[in-house]
C-alpha cells in the first residue's frame, strides 16, 4: 500500500494510463499475427477485430464459460429466485449509490460539470432521504442515474482503446478498459475509505456484488446471444464493443460503427 501511494503521489492518471497500456501493448505485441498485405480480405478482417490475442482469448473464454455455467449462472438464479425484487432492487440501488463517487470524479475529469452536478445532487439525496441509497429517491424525483469510469475517461482524452482483450473471470475488455479498471479499483473514493478502516474484504465484496447483479440482470440476454450465435466468442466482442462505444458517447447510439451486432460476418472466427 505504502508503494502504491507513492506510486499515484508520483503520476497523474494520464500518465498512469499511457504507462499501463504500453505495458499491455508490450504483452500483446509478440502474439500478433498480423495477416500479409498479400492477402487485403485477411487483413481486412484482421485489422477489424483488433484481437491479436484471439487465441489465448478463445481460451480464457472456454474458461470463463465454464465458470459462469458452474458458479455465476447458478448463484444469479439463485439469487433471483430466493431474493425478493423489492430486496434486489434496494441491494442494486445500495451499489449503485455507492459508485456515485468514482462517477463523479469521472465526470469532472471529462468536463461534464452539468453530469458532474446531477451525479453529486443524486449522491447527496440518496445517501439521506434514501437511507444511504438502498432507495433511488433522486430518480423518483426525476434526478436520472448514469454511470462513468476511468476507461470512457481515457477515451474522452483521446486515449487509443488498443487490443481486445478476454479477461478472467471478469470478461471483455480493451488495453484502455483495464487500464481504467485498475486506476478505477485504486482511486475509487470509496474503495479507499474501506481500505484506510482495514476493509479489505468489504472492498473485493463490493466487486463481486456487482458482478453478481449484472449478471442476474443479464440473464435472458447473455441465453438469447448464445443460442442465437454461430459464433458467441465473436458476437460478444462485438457487442462489447458497441456497448463501450454506447456508454462513451452518453447514450448516443454511434450509427456509423463498423461491428453490428446482427451482422455476424465471421471471417475471422478461426485464430
Known sequence: MILVR?????????????????CALLLTAGCAKRPPDSDPQALAAYLEAKDPLEPMNRVIFSFNLGFDEYLLEPAARFYRKFGPPDIRKGISNFVNNWREPVTFVNDVLQGETKRAGTTFTRFLINSTFGLLGILDTASYWGIDYHNEDFGETFAVWGIYEGPYIMLPFLGPSNARDLTGFVVDFFYDPVSLWLSNKGWTYVRYGRLALRGLIYREDNLETLDDLGKSSTDFYATLRSAYRQYRAYDINNGVLDIGAEDDLFDEDFDDEDP
Open 6 to 22: 507513492e506510486f499515484r503521489g508520483k503520476f497523474s492518471l494520464r500518465n498512469i494510463a499511457v504507462i499501463l497500456m504500453s
